[in-house]
């Protein structure tokens, strides 16, 4: 007879990145014995990355929090739930009370736009709070591409993605997707797509400072100097009227604004352009006039030309770059994902809608206007140190490490220090967390169920997938739904030992009463009776679902999406290529799509003033790698093994006139501080330019990740400034800071 405990299988989503591959799972005796590609996922067809496999890791990392932490005397303990919730409301109503709302910021991470929980969750806590400090990762990275669609498309989220399975030509610029795997573009595999691409004679142009992985497996590629995007873009734009390529073909009549951006690229030709980007006029016009010419394809720009000072502005030129061309909105061009739940672009009425305002109110200290319901989350030191009416006292952060992921992180470090409170929803003791008063542990990824609520609106091709939980949730783990309930409670002066599923109840209540009648026939009571089987994140899914362009629409359409439906589909379900979807995905109050919004041609007036501007000697710019992702995956051994991944790239010439050799650790000195990398000479790097990777500098006293601080690595933020931003979106500069090499002592 056997005791070998029984083995189950299980498809479950990745979580880890915006590529949302789906996995097979196999569980024995409660412990996960093996994490490969599910063949059968009808989206990512068994692609996995060595991160998919890590999942393992991070469900048994010792290290990860299982328990609340309240700190006493200057040390993490554990204490209990009740403890935990009853220590922030003592600690936290007083400051609302005596301060006001705006006394509370809030940030909110990465992790958070993979996890339904936290995304669905987080605005209930947002609004109950009340307060205009409102932070994300968001100002470290898309907010440029969101404010530019969202001024041209009318709604934030309507960001068009290469369609690349029907593509001849794709034109990447400041995107890595070898790496990355993909952002703003939910494309699992793009190794094997870009190669069946170029198999069907197409052609894949890199535009980058670095000849990446991406680059390497591209037909052409051409440096471009950090930070000037924006010179290149508009001479692209430039050319395409100059010589008579502008075709916008079935677009034209949605096009407003065609005159205003002839006029406003006229100072940007090719010529003028060329010294300040390293890249020769002719490349230029090159560039333009394949993008003219291919039947089918697209340029896609993504977190290389969002960082800088003209990030928005950037980001506004690809997208003018691809309608210009009539490559918007067509199959194996430029097109709008159809997602099946949570998209703003599906509902309503379709083709025309109130668009996007910005500025609502403004960051207390250096007047920033916010954006998305967000400011500039390098605001978030200034904020905390400036006394004054609206300072902020307290602070919560929910997955989220600005310590390592915003410039100037030692400022901030210094700054959270000055709180009266600070609390974390997090999986880790980390560089940021250290400095919280209470950690609320969230419950490792394989504990709950499953479903992307952001990345089907960026997905190459619509599906809808949903996993359950693949082990049960161990003793004295809370949802972080119901973290997050419990805090909003709290909030609302209802008190810590409010009931979460009552509050939760009334919520949900409120939702569809906004529904029933707008998108769905049957009464309230009909819709909720039929989700009520369903709580939590799961119940929101199902609305969303079923009142989605997919869904059953609760009795409107018998054949369409259910939760029960995806739930007894485990591989998920393929709702087809990417469909034409002009004019219906429109939000604009115009109806059309804004060329020509008035900030955006006022900035890039702005940039004509720096095309003169002479280079650096040397600047920095980030790199991502695939075993790597931000600042939190450095404590799991499976991907920490192997060579050091910290290393600052250096060009040939750059290391021959800095006279340091390979492997020499250099102090790197920015204009906000130092840290002390080793040298990789590596003549894929543009001369001028190196490159560091972020969310490294562990081992940082008061942490808890043992694996990561053996390798600790250098801060990158550590030397960004924090006061270079894109004043437009708020979003950060990342790319193309100065920096000075000096021989280490260390
Ligand atoms: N210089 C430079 N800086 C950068 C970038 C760059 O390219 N260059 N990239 C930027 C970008 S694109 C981003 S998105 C940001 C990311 O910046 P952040 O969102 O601040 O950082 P992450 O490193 O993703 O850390 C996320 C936090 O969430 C926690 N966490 C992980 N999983 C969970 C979970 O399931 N639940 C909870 N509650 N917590 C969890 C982790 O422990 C960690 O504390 O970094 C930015 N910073
Ligand atoms: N393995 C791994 N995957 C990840 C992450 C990770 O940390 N590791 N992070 C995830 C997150 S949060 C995000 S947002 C995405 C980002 O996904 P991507 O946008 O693909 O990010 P990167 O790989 O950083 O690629 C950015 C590229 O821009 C280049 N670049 C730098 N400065 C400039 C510039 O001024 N102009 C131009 N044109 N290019 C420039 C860099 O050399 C780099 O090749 O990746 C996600 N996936
Ligand atoms: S590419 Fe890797 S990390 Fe990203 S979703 Fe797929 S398996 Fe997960
Ligand atoms: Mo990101």
């Not at 949900?508 to 909720?528: E, H, K, S, Y």
Request: proline fraction near 8%; charged fraction near 20%; aromatic fraction near 4%.
């Amino acid at each position: 007879m056997s005791d070998t405990p029984e083995t189950t299988n299980h498809h479950r989503i990745c979580p880890l990145c915006e590529a949302c591959c789906g996995l097979a799972v196999q569980v024995q005796g409660g412990r996960v014995t093996s994490i490969r590609g599910a063949p059968d996922d009808v989206f990512s067809h068994g692609y996995i990355c060595p991160k998919g496999y890590a999942l393992k890791d991070l469900h048994d990392d010792p290290d990860r929090l299982r328990t609340p932490l309240i700190k006493r005397n200057g040390v993490h303990v554990p204490a209990s739930w009740d403890e935990a919730f009853a220590e922030v409301e003592r600690r936290l109503l007083p400051i609302i009370e005596q301060h006001g709302r705006d006394a509370v910021a809030l940030s909110i991470g990465n992790p958070a736009a993979h996890k339904m929980a936290l995304l669905l969750y987080f605005p209930r806590l947002a609004k109950a709070l009340g307060t205009k400090n409102i932070f994300s990762a968001s100002t470290l990275d898309q907010m440029p591409k969101q404010l530019a669609a969202g001024w041209m498309f009318g709604h934030w989220l309507s960001i068009p993605v290469p369609d690349i399975d029907r593509s001849d030509l794709l034109v990447i610029l400041g995107a890595n997707p070898m790496a990355s795997n993909g952002s703003l573009w939910t494309v699992p595999d793009y190794r094997g797509r870009a190669k069946a691409l170029r198999a069907r004679g197409g052609r894949i142009v890199v535009i980058d400072p670095r000849r990446t992985e991406t680059a390497e497996a591209a037909d052409e590629h051409h440096f471009l100097r950090p930070g000037s995007d924006v010179f290149l873009l508009a001479a692209i734009v430039h050319t395409l009227f100059d010589q008579g390529l502008v075709r916008p073909g079935r677009l034209q009549p949605w096009l407003n604004g065609l005159e205003a951006v002839r006029e406003a690229v006229a100072p940007f030709s090719a010529e003028a352009v060329a010294a300040r980007c390293g890249l020769a006029a002719d490349s230029i016009r090159g560039i333009a006039r394949q993008l003219a010419a291919a039947e089918r394809g697209c340029l896609y720009g993504r977190i290389g030309t969002c960082t800088q000072r003209h990030g928005t502005t950037a980001s506004w030129l690809v997208d003018v770059v691809n309608a210009l061309t009539g490559q918007l909105d067509r199959p194996g061009g430029a097109m709008w994902p159809q997602a099946a739940a949570f998209a703003r672009n599906t509902e309503g009425a379709p083709g025309v809608g109130g668009g996007i305002s910005v500025g609502r109110h403004a960051s207390r200290v250096s007047g920033a206007p916010e954006v998305y319901g967000e400011l500039p989350i390098t605001l978030l030191a200034e904020e905390i140190e400036t006394p004054g009416i609206g300072q902020v006292r307290a602070y919560i952060s929910i997955a989220s490490n600005p310590v390592l992921s915003s410039p100037n992180g030692a400022r901030l470090s210094r700054a959270l220090d000055g709180l009266d409170f600070m609390l974390s929803l997090d999986l880790y003791l980390n560089e940021t967390t250290r400095h919280a008063d209470v950690i609320l542990p969230g419950m490792s990824a394989l504990e709950h169920g499953h479903y992307d609520v952001a990345f089907p609106q960026f997905s190459v091709r619509n599906h809808a997938r949903y996993s359950p939980p693949v082990l049960p949730a161990a003793t004295g783990a809370l949802p972080e739904w119901q973290v997050l309930m419990k805090l909003t409670a709290i909030a609302l002066g209802r008190g810590a030992a409010a009931d979460v599923q009552a509050l939760d109840n009334e919520r949900v209540a409120a939702d569809v009463q906004r529904l029933a009648g707008a998108t769905v026939d049957t009464t309230a009571d009909a819709v909720l009776a039929a989700v009520a089987h369903w709580q939590g994140p799961e119940r929101l899914l199902d609305l969303s679902l079923r009142s989605g362009p997919f869904g059953d629409g609760f009795g409107r359409r018998p054949d369409g999406l259910t939760l029960d439906k995806l739930v007894a589909t485990p591989a998920g379900i393929d709702l087809g290529p990417l469909q034409p979807r002009l004019p219906g995905v429109l939000r604009t109050p115009s109806g059309r799509i804004e060329l020509a919004p008035p900030p955006l041609l006022a900035d890039l007036q702005t940039a004509a003033a720096d095309l003169q501007t002479p280079a650096p000697n040397l600047v920095v710019i980030g790199r991502r790698e695939v075993r790597s992702n931000n600042s939190w995956m450095h404590n799991l051994p499976t991907l920490a093994k192997g060579p050091e991944r910290c290393t600052l790239l250096l060009h040939p010439q750059d290391a021959a006139r800095h006279g340091v050799v390979d492997g020499q650790r250099v102090t790197v000195t920015g204009p906000q501080g130092c840290v002390v990398a080793p040298v990789a000479i590596d003549d894929t790097m543009m001369p001028g330019v190196a490159s560091l990777p972020h969310g490294w500098g562990h081992g940082l006293a008061g942490t808890q990740m043992a694996v990561a601080a053996e390798r600790p690595g250098a801060n990158l933020n550590q030397l960004l400034d924090d006061r270079l931003r894109d004043p437009l979106s708020g979003n950060a500069v990342l790319s193309g800071v100065p920096i000075q090499l000096s021989h280490s002592m260390s």
